[in-house]
């Protein structure tokens, strides 16, 4: 298992936008098993939907790719490498719903990889019902520190 700050360091996600809470597995370069906690706290349930909440599919998405970007940048961590990011879905499905207190499980797993891009086949769960499922393109960026002012850490101001 790796801690919170280990997945800080490699995701530069910020709240609201980091969606693993912890990483239950790592095989670098090959798949990566994390869970999402689902908390009705998530600025995003209360307009989505007022009265029935539910975790928005691009969020669902989102998620899985973090857990994928984990998986395939995880090969090179010795290397420092570029930050992965989603560049292309391939396929994506929503199986069902995603409400508060649920606790999803999110697997990833590296099918190929091309120099700076890697194919990854993803699924969400809760217990062993699929949620969402889906093969995406990561790509490795450059790797740019984020701004303490928020900007894109070019050297603004």
């Known amino acids: 298992m790796i801690d919170f700050d280990q997945i800080l360091r490699k995701l530069p996600h910020a709240y609201p936008f980091r969606m693993i809470d912890r ?7 090959k798949k990566a098993i994390a869970l999402k906690n689902v908390s009705v706290d998530e600025p995003h349930f209360s307009g989505h939907f007022p009265g029935d909440p539910v975790m928005p ?11 994928g970007g984990l998986a395939f940048h995880s090969q090179d961590e010795t290397e420092g490498g570029g930050i992965p990011f989603l560049a292309r879905v391939e396929e994506f499905r929503l199986k069902g719903k995603v ?48 701004s303490p002012l928020g900007g894109e850490g070019k050297g603004e101001g």
Do not use: H, W, Y
């Open 23 to 29: 990483i239950l597995e790592i095989e670098p370069g």
């Open 57 to 67: 599919g691009i969020l669902l998405l989102e998620a899985l790719a973090q857990t």
């Open 99 to 146: 409400i508060p207190g649920d606790q999803l499980i999110l697997e990833a797993e590296v099918l190929r990889v091309f120099s700076n891009l890697a194919m990854v086949r993803v699924q969400a769960r809760i217990g062993d019902e699929p949620v969402a499922e889906g093969t995406l393109i990561l790509a490795k960026g450059p790797l740019i520190p984020p």
